[in-house]
T-cell receptor
Framework: GQNIDQPTEMTATEGAIVQINCTYQTSGFNGLFWYQQHAGEAPTFLSYNVLDGLEEKGRFSSFLSRSKGYSYLLLKELQMKDSASYLC??????????FGAGTTVTVRA | TAGITQAPTSQILAAGRSMTLRCTQDMRHNAMYWYRQDLGLGLRLIHYSNTAGTTGKGEVPDGYSVSRANTDDFPLTLASAVPSQTSVYFC???????????FGEGSRLTVL
């Protein structure tokens, strides 16, 4: 099974940087995903890490350390539209994808 | 727009009744999934299918059944609904069981 932990809520100011941490324990590891979910909408894919290191995609970056069971999602130059829930998800040895409870990020003007 | 279509969008159901949530994708993805999302618990996998003709149980399969007769459709059936099945249900698909998931818009089910 999976145990995925991430903070419940974070608040930041427009233009700032926020880092959302995710720790996990899993039976086998076949990749870690980050999804964004706006209130009342479906989750949408942000990033994927399967090897250690940093993956950068515009204002968003995701980092993975498999030995530490740790990932973070970095959101730079925050915009009001970035207010959403961010979901960390881990794929196990059976390729099933399990999600953390999500981190609600609120961006203030 | 191509993608995943779920129906109904919202439904109120009396306890003990049966209900089928429909999910259709037009991306020819091999793998499909059903998740439920509850406040504070996140998305939990109910059932999945890695390819047409096969299905598997997820984290919370009890009270639900699925079928995968073809690539495009993956209906979720509640044989006898209970109030604890009140939730938002998301269908998702991926090109393979290793790929990223694409989600439908969700079906909000209330069981009274």
């Amino acid at each position: 099974g999976q145990n995925i932990d991430q903070p419940t809520e974070m608040t930041a100011t427009e233009g700032a940087i926020v880092q959302i941490n995710c720790t996990y324990q899993t039976s086998g590891f076949n990749g870690l995903f980050w999804y964004q979910q706006h209130a009342g909408e479906a989750p949408t894919f942000l990033s994927y890490n399967v090897l250690d290191g940093l993956e950068e995609k515009g204002r968003f970056s995701s980092f993975l350390s498999r030995s530490k069971g740790y990932s973070y999602l970095l959101l730079k130059e925050l915009q009001m539209k970035d207010s959403a829930s961010y979901l960390c998800a881990v794929r196990d040895r059976d390729y099933k994808l399990s999600f953390g409870a999500g981190t609600t990020v609120t961006v203030r003007a | 727009t191509a993608g995943i279509t779920q129906a109904p969008t919202s439904q109120i159901l009396a306890a003990g009744r049966s209900m089928t949530l429909r999910c259709t994708q037009d991306m020819r993805h091999n793998a499909m999934y059903w998740y439920r999302q509850d406040l504070g618990l996140g998305l939990r996998l109910i059932h999945y299918s890695n390819t047409a003709g096969t299905t598997g149980k997820g984290e919370v399969p009890d009270g639900y059944s699925v079928s995968r007769a073809n690539t495009d459709d993956f209906p979720l059936t509640l044989a006898s609904a209970v109030p604890s099945q009140t939730s938002v249900y998301f269908c998702a698909s991926s090109e393979s069981f290793t790929g990223e998931l694409f989600f439908g818009e969700g079906s909000r089910l209330t069981v009274l």
